[in-house]
């Protein structure tokens, strides 16, 4: 880890994965997750559609895996990729029942262009550059689908605070040892994320919002309580074809 001139310790995913899913350690982390869960639940006839190759990429724990073990749908097609070799250990599961599991750089994939019709990111914030999108127009086939979730600018915006136009950029935890880290977290208003997407020639056919009231687990972390209540946006989906 380096010290920035911020005095904030820039960590990686890396340094958060043995604890990142402790639900009681990170619960806003839990929340969001949810939350992206219910958005790819709502996308996922969609998802189903299609007998493809499907990639969740900076996976970590695997929610695509899940829905469609769910679903009673075979894992043979999907293949599970993040950056962090640590946090995909919680999607080693998956292997023994058919999907693949990759170490691999959301933004420099291993795959040919144009080879895969389904590509998912849940939380996709820490690497929601102009390279991600690129990247992923790249291995699309015409026509083949990017499912998208990050944490919501309306939520960014009133716990992060206002930060006078530009994109929020770093997270912040708090590790077991009392370590404090900052990890990117590339989160833009609504307009701002659409031009980006559509930028790389994307067409956006639906943006989804996951508000309070759609948690549904309870143990609300006090990150996500809003003096606006429960109809407050954390979550926002972007679904989007490759023209």
Excluded at 170 to 196: C, R
Aim: hydrophobic share 40%; with cysteine.
């Amino acid at each position: 880890m380096i010290e920035t001139t911020m005095k904030k310790v820039l960590g990686t995913y890396e340094d958060l994965a043995s604890e990142y899913y402790d639900p009681i350690r990170h619960p806003t982390c839990a929340n969001f997750r949810e939350g992206s869960k219910y958005i790819l639940r709502k996308s996922f006839e969609k998802l189903l559609s299609k007998d493809c190759w499907l990639c969740e990429v900076g996976a970590g724990k695997s929610l695509i895996a899940e829905l469609l073990v769910k679903d009673n749908v075979a894992l043979d097609r999907l293949i599970i990729t993040d950056l962090s070799a640590s946090m995909l250990t919680h999607s080693k599961q998956w292997s023994n029942v058919g999907a693949y599991i990759l170490t691999a750089d959301a933004t420099n994939l291993p795959f040919a262009s144009r080879s895969l019709e389904i590509v998912v990111s849940s939380l996709g914030d820490p690497y929601n550059t102009h390279a991600l999108w690129k990247e992923i127009f790249r291995v699309l086939k015409p026509g083949g689908m990017f499912f998208f979730t990050t944490p919501s600018y309306e939520w960014a915006v009133s716990f992060r605070g206002t930060n006078s136009g530009e994109p929020f950029m770093l997270a912040e935890f708090e590790l077991l040892d009392a370590k404090h880290i900052w990890v990117p977290s590339w989160i833009y208003s609504t307009d701002e994320q659409l031009e980006i997407i559509e930028n790389e020639g994307f067409l956006v056919q639906e943006v989804v919002n996951a508000l309070i009231c759609d948690l549904k687990n309870g143990n609300l972390s006090p990150k996500l309580l809003s003096k606006d209540g429960s109809d407050k946006s954390i979550v926002t989906g972007y679904v989007s074809a490759k023209a």
